[in-house]
């Protein structure tokens, strides 16, 4: 048997829910103990007084059941003796429109529901376009709610008629109509309702309806994901066929590399195969030693994919930060990561009209035509040739969210790009490159408290996991940029107030800065923390007493200052202000000082 | 021939199998024995082949398996050549946790959940595979492929990584990891129909056979050793049963069946009405039981 995924789209009070738990029901998909739940879910949560809530058979979420509403996408199983179905159920608000993008990128048709009082509205548009976008291009138009209009035939054919128009309009190729009932089961399974409707049922069109097949007659292309080397002798490429065939014998390239060589071996699930087809996971075996990794693509040789490093897409925007050109992200197309930029929003596009806009970002659930351009060249489709070598997603290198969903258009040759749109190179751009957030943080105490012991074991782990940082210390800043300044009080806060700016200066720039300076008036520092945004001040106060300080005494100036050798010698001659309410507080005489930087990076960690 | 339903999911679960072994550094499949893991563990066996899997097995060990089931893990390291590790959580040994003093919550919660935090942690997993299905219950239906767990282990429903066509996101910082589940998109008759395909070997309780069982709660509960005290009226009876799952036998209920074959457990379930986790003591809890359990961090 084959099997056809579809997702469903209608807003908040289409009966979208009601739709897919009655068809489980009513196709017999329903268990009698699920059942059982649902009666008592419809008793305490349902909306439809005592009859059952069907909705409640799929909204699967506590805030969900809660407030009646569908949040993201669920996915759901059933069958009947003609075929199975997987069901993407989707949200059909705007602020969803994320969602439905996923649930649409591996469907093979659409349910479009209309409320038959409401017809044909904005957000109609919006789900057949998001649909189109993402490939699905054809749809059934389930008219709901006709009890509601007395299954008047007119009001159908009118909302019939005007949606043909939005799908060739969107480019949605074939469509189909159902008048029919949810919340009564109407034309859901079972003919009812109009003696006006002759025509299949939902579920008799979802049996019928073709199903895109996968291009096994196009040119091969297997993206890579892993080489299996259980030996010496064997090195096979294991990955999903994305296209076309494969068989022993056949000429490869590798691309992006372009060597050459012919398939020694097409095996599927450790069996060997004379030949494989698109859909399968494979592992092959070339007749000689190629370079081959993971992100690679063997395609036919007689036909390989143009590679490019920039190319225009279509993006949505899943991620709450916005998408800023110039930012760098992760790309991920077919099994290949790579850095990537967005070098220009070409336009925004209102996902209820698809009007075009000027637009400096993309905001969450925001579609723009953009141009990327890549870290390095790569083999890239077209969308509208293969959605698994076409389609991409970007991650945000900072907190890894999976930031937006691309379709290619077309590559870009070289050249063509280079003009950058104008966009301000500021500090959350730069901190952006840096995959990281800028930070100052300062390590205020005696002398010999450990400051800079501790300041350089964080420094040291956040280089480790790929941060930037520099370490102002207060020997290394005396020794230069205020080789002019001694210990008086005057002399000491202009000591301070250069450091803060300084570090102000590499904030700005990006970096984590770890500050490691005696600092002993509270006045001072709070002069400094006020040159930072809020939260990007850190005060770490590492609080050794006086007397372990002193019996540490490691470059012998507790002994200097007590003789009277050294003036204004904090601690002995000259006041500390302990910090009262320090962002972090290191007791040195507990824990070791790799204790403690773990503390501090973890600190940072927090945002 | 266009790829029929199931060798379309197979060719998923290979690729999602594969994509962990790609992008984790530490990854493990947490082996439970039932039909569905083993069925995974077949898969892994394909997705590999012909180099070993380079992903271990791991078996949270409630200490209130089947005998029967002991006796089939115990066979699987031999018989697939992959490495099985067990993990007991200790504490709940030495303080007695008991399903019959301490109720089911209690015990699943300390000897699985517990349990499971403490092998990943102990092991430094970033990964960890489970042979959940969608089909399963209703929280499970919106998760993820690839499902992000904070450092704390939590399962955060509203803040899900969106994932399209077969892009699956493995990024994660130190401290995170994912659950990957292979399984998905396939239902318990998917299972089945794959199991009776490939000629998969399943430990024997999933076949009718008469046993020994008390009916305790609605519940056909096959006594497996004395740790389960009668109570009054209780006597045990042979009744011709099999089980739709295999959790705990102190809350795994059989099911009265002459099905004694893959094929004829098919042809039962086409007609059957219930959901296979109605034999689960766990599940009857109240609606939102499972989301909550798996936020706190139950697979």
């Known amino acids: ?607 | 021939m266009p790829l029929s339903h199931l060798d379309r999911l197979e060719a998923e679960a290979l690729h999602v199998l594969r994509e962990v072994a790609a992008q984790f550094r530490k990854p493990v499949l947490l082996y439970s024995i039932g039909k569905d893991s083993t069925t995974l563990l077949h898969l892994l066996i394909k997705a590999f082949a012909p180099a070993k899997p380079p992903i271990p097995l791991l078996h949270i060990d409630s200490t209130f398996e089947f005998a029967e089931t002991y006796r089939f893990r115990d066979a699987v390291p031999a018989k697939y050549g992959v490495e099985l590790r067990v993990h007991i959580n200790e504490d709940g040994v030495r303080d007695g946790i008991d399903p019959f003093k301490h109720g089911v919550s209690v015990h699943t919660e300390v000897m699985r959940t517990q349990g499971l935090k403490q092998a990943l942690a102990a092991g430094g997993y970033d990964c960890a595979i489970g042979g959940a299905r969608r089909d399963e219950e209703k929280s499970r239906a919106k998760e993820r492929i690839f499902s992000f767990r904070n450092a704390a282990l939590r399962w955060e429903p509203k803040a899900q990584r969106p994932e399209l066509w077969n892009q699956y996101n493995g990024r994660i910082h130190p401290g995170e990891s994912v659950r990957a589940f292979p399984l998905s998109n396939w239902t318990e008759m998917d299972v089945w129909r794959y199991i009776e395909r490939e000629g998969i070997a399943l430990p024997p309780l999933y076949f009718a056979a008469d046993r020994p069982v008390v009916e305790r709660d609605g519940v056909l509960l096959m006594r497996d050793d004395a740790r389960m005290a009668l109570r009054e009226g209780e006597r045990e009876m042979m009744r011709r049963v099999r089980f739709r799952t295999l959790g705990c036998w102190p809350f795994t209920g059989g099911v009265e069946s002459e099905a004694d074959s893959v094929g004829k457990i098919i042809a039962e379930l086409e007609n059957v009405t219930t959901s296979e986790r109605q034999g689960r003591v766990i599940d009857h809890a109240p609606g939102d039981s499972m989301e909550k359990k798996k936020q706190e961090g139950y697979f």
């Open chain 1, 1 to 607: 048997m084959d099997r056809l995924r579809f997702i469903t789209c209608g807003s908040v009070d289409d009966g979208k829910s009601t739709l897919i738990g009655r068809l489980l029901h009513d196709s017999r998909n329903a268990s009698d103990d699920q059942m059982a739940a649902l009666a008592r879910d419809s008793a305490k949560h349902g909306t439809q007084g005592e009859a059952l809530d069907f909705a409640l058979l799929v909204d699967g979420l506590v805030a969900e059941r809660e407030q009646g509403i569908t949040i993201d996408v669920a996915y759901r199983y059933f069958s009947t003796p003609k075929r199975h179905f997987i069901v993407a159920d989707c949200p059909g608000h705007e602020q969803y429109t994320r969602n439905m993008a996923t649930g649409a990128s591996t469907a093979d048709l659409a349910i479009v529901l209309v409320d038959a009082r409401k017809g044909v509205l904005p957000q109609t548009r919006r789900h057949s376009w998001i649909c189109a976008l993402l490939g699905v291009k054809q749809v059934l138009l389930a008219v709901n709610k006709m009890d509601l209009v007395g299954w008047d035939e007119r009001v159908f054919a009118a909302i019939r008629a005007e949606y043909a128009a939005l799908a060739e309009a969107v480019g949605i190729e074939r469509v189909q109509a159902v008048p029919v009932s949810a919340l009564q089961g109407d034309n859901l399974t079972r003919r009812g309702g109009a003696d006006w409707y002759s025509g299949p049922s939902l579920l008799e069109h979802l049996e019928a309806a073709p199903i895109p097949a996968l291009d096994i007659d196009g040119p091969a292309r297997l993206p890579v994901q892993l080489v299996l080397r259980p030996h010496q002798d064997f090195r096979g490429y294991a990955g999903t066929l994305a296209q076309g065939r494969l068989a022993k014998g056949d000429a490869v390239l590798v691309q992006p590399s372009g060597h050459a060589a012919i398939l020694a071996s097409v095996a599927v699930g450790g069996r060997e195969v004379n030949a494989a087809e698109a859909g399968q996971a494979v592992v092959v075996t070339l007749d000689r030693e190629r370079d081959v990794s993971r992100g690679d693509v063997l395609c036919a040789a007689a036909s390989p994919l143009p590679v490019s490093d920039q190319f225009v897409a279509h993006v949505v925007w899943m991620d709450e930060a916005p998408l800023l050109p110039g930012r760098g992200y992760w790309l991920r197309i077919g099994t290949r990561e790579v850095a990537a930029t967005v070098t220009e929003i070409s336009h925004r596009i209102d996902v209820n009209t698809q009007a075009h806009e000027a637009a400096k970002q993309l905001a969450m659930n925001d579609v723009g035509l953009v141009k990327l351009s890549l870290a390095a060249p790569i083999p890239l489709a077209s969308y509208a040739e293969s959605r698994t070598l076409g389609g991409f997603i970007l991650i945000d290198r900072l907190t890894h969210a999976t930031a937006a969903a691309g379709v290619v258009r077309h590559s870009l040759r070289r050249g063509e790009n280079l003009r950058w749109q104008a966009f301000t190179v500021d500090k959350a751009l730069r901190a952006a490159q840096k995959a990281q957030v800028p930070r100052c943080v300062w390590f205020t105490g005696l002398s010999a408290s450990g400051k800079s012991t501790i300041a350089n074991l964080v420094e040291r782990g956040l280089v480790a996991q790929g941060r930037h940082t520099y370490v102002l210390d207060g020997d290394n800043v005396r020794h230069g940029l205020n080789r002019d300044l001694g210990f008086t009080e005057a002399d000491r806060i202009e000591n301070l107030r250069r450091v803060a700016e300084v570090a102000k200066l590499m904030v700005d720039a990006g970096l984590v800065v770890l500050v490691s300076f005696i600092a002993p008036y509270a006045r001072e520092r709070e002069m400094a923390r006020s040159l930072f945004a809020p939260g990007e001040f850190i005060e770490v106060f590492v609080d050794t007493p006086l007397e372990v300080c002193e019996a540490r005494d490691p470059k012998g100036l507790y002994a200097k200052a007590r003789a009277g050798l050294i003036p204004n010698f904090t601690g002995v001659n000259a006041p500390y202000e302990r910090p009262e309410a320090p962002d972090v507080r290191l007791d040195t005489t507990t824990a070791t000082p790799e204790a403690l930087a773990s503390t501090v990076i973890e600190r940072l960690d927090r945002r």
